[in-house]
């Protein structure tokens, strides 16, 4: 089963569309790379008892606030934040250095025994 923001956003788009008796078309390369996932319920159940999609379960059903909600599609992933941070430090002179100090803070060599360097 597969659990993303992106399947939850396309869904919620889907069933809003289906509501008001539009035809539904797959019209982005972003909507057609996620498709939706069998079961809207199951997703949503999945992203909550993961703790990503903030909810409550209270008696065995989910409760969601409309306004946590709307924060949590506002927010970047994690991962997104993550790879914003890729090479960050590619043009700092100073992380041989760096780099160098904390292995020797730790007592050991940056290249482990039986590898070439």
Known sequence: M????????????????RRLGRKIKLDTVERASCPPPVNLKTTIACQATQGSLPGRNIENQWRFLKSAIDDWLRTPSSHAALLQQIGAFADDETVTELRASIYRDRGRSEVDEGQDA
């Not at 399947?7 to 788009?13: A, E, G, P, R, T």
């Open 2 to 17: 597969m659990c993303c923001k992106k399947s939850i956003v396309f869904l919620s788009q889907l069933c809003r569309k």
